[in-house]
């Protein structure tokens, strides 16, 4: 009797052995699908205000509606950003008709994306399936130092608020001219006016570009919550769009979040020609895997998984790197302050293993490789954007 109970427990065991893992590696797919997921930057409309499609699937770029639906993205923060060939006028000009063609989009596809302006407007549109979007500013020398142009963005649904682009103003300064000491660095008195009419309106206040001392200066103004749309770790690579850890630390006590960027040159160090090649090729391997593996099963995952080892031997930037500046992030902000700020479509090369946004899964599936749990995979990939603009959309005074 003995012999027999323990057989059936060693036989238990060794299945449980055969068949975890295979479990685990499917499961990463119903959690990414169950969670929110919340991207802090995308580019896209730059492609579609030089003519580019969003709608239907497509092979340029990053992102698009289908890829983000198949991607299992749920929310994500639309860049309006100016080429800084528009001067003048015609970058206002340029800014609003970027905000009516996400518009005009969002209209025409009412089954898939929604422009929200509030927390409860973003849980309804993700619980009715939608794509929620939000519309963030990327610089703000369009609006010319001019106050009642951000009340205008307001009105026209803005509620994210980058304050400059890779240039300063007269009222903040970035972080390549803080960088190369060209500026005195941080807010004017006017800088300060608007972060105070951002904080009256309930609009989130994002300091990626921020130069380090405009940085100080906003967390010293705002009295919320702010946010890294698209940075990454100064610890692991030393660019001055990348946040230190003094940075991480100060945005974890003010409540806010950092969205890790995933453009390699704020990831890796050396990124040359030649590697930059070897990520290409690797791209390339990973869309042959894809086409022989429609079904992305384990088979599958583990020649992802070989592809990544190779590319971490290498030192090239992967889903693994991505993870690292989580990892790092968590470690000196803490598990509630850290999010995804992709800059797709915004950047020219992407990480190995993660093509597009369709791939984001694959890094869900690493983050529960490292030994996060369930909620804290959760909150990275969007529960902590979500507290940060239910709080600050849900305060405004004006
Ligand atoms: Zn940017």
Do not use: W
């Given at each position: 009797m003995k012999n027999s109970r323990s057989d059936i427990f060693f036989t238990c065991i060794l299945l449980l052995l055969l068949y975890a893992p295979a479990a685990a590696q499917q499961d990463f797919m119903q959690l990414h699908r169950e969670a929110v997921v919340v991207d802090g930057h995308n580019d896209v409309l730059g492609r579609v205000m030089r003519g580019?499609?969003?709608?239907s699937w497509g092979t340029h770029g990053h992102s698009d509606l289908p890829r983000f639906a198949r991607g299992g993205l749920d929310v994500q923060i639309f860049s309006i950003w100016v080429p800084s060939r528009e001067r003048g006028e015609n970058a206002w000009r340029f800014a609003l008709a970027e905000i009516d063609s996400l518009k005009a989009i969002a209209a025409r596809n009412p089954d898939r994306l929604g422009l929200v302006t509030d927390a409860g407007q973003l849980r309804r549109a993700v619980g009715d399936g939608l794509i929620a979007g939000i519309i963030g500013l990327e610089g703000g020398r369009c609006i010319d130092g001019r106050r009642e142009r951000i009340l205008t963005l307001y009105e026209r649904g803005m509620r994210s608020f980058g304050l400059t682009w890779n240039y300063s103003s007269d009222w903040a300064t970035c972080s390549k001219d803080e960088s190369t000491g060209k500026v005195k660095g941080g807010l004017s008195a006017k800088g300060r006016g608007f972060v105070r009419l951002l904080d009256s309106l309930g609009v989130l206040i994002d300091v990626s570009h921020l130069g380090e001392r405009s940085f100080w200066d906003v967390l010293e103004t705002s009295q919320h919550p702010i946010f890294a749309s698209h940075s990454a770790c100064r610890a692991l690579r030393d660019h001055h769009r990348n946040l230190t850890d003094r940075q991480l630390r100060a945005l974890s006590e003010n409540g806010g979040v950092v969205m890790i960027n995933f453009y390699p040159g704020f990831l890796v160090n050396n990124l040359n020609r030649s590697r930059r090649n070897l990520v290409q090729r690797m791209h390339d391997r990973h869309a042959e895997l894809k086409r022989q593996h429609p079904e992305r099963g384990a088979a599958y995952l583990s020649a992802v998984d070989d592809l990544l080892k190779q590319a971490q031997k290498r030192g090239l930037p992967s889903l693994y790197t991505i993870a690292d500046h989580i990892d790092h992030a968590v470690q000196v902000a803490g598990i509630d302050h850290v999010g995804l700020g992709s800059d797709f479509d915004g950047i020219s090369i992407t990480p190995v293993g993660l093509r597009d946004v369709t791939d984001l899964p694959l890094l869900t599936r690493v983050l529960q490789q490292r030994g996060y749990s369930e909620a804290a995979i959760r909150n990275i990939l969007g529960e902590n954007f979500l507290r940060i603009f239910s709080a600050v959309t849900g305060s405004a005074t004006r």
């Open positions: 580019g499609d969003m709608e």
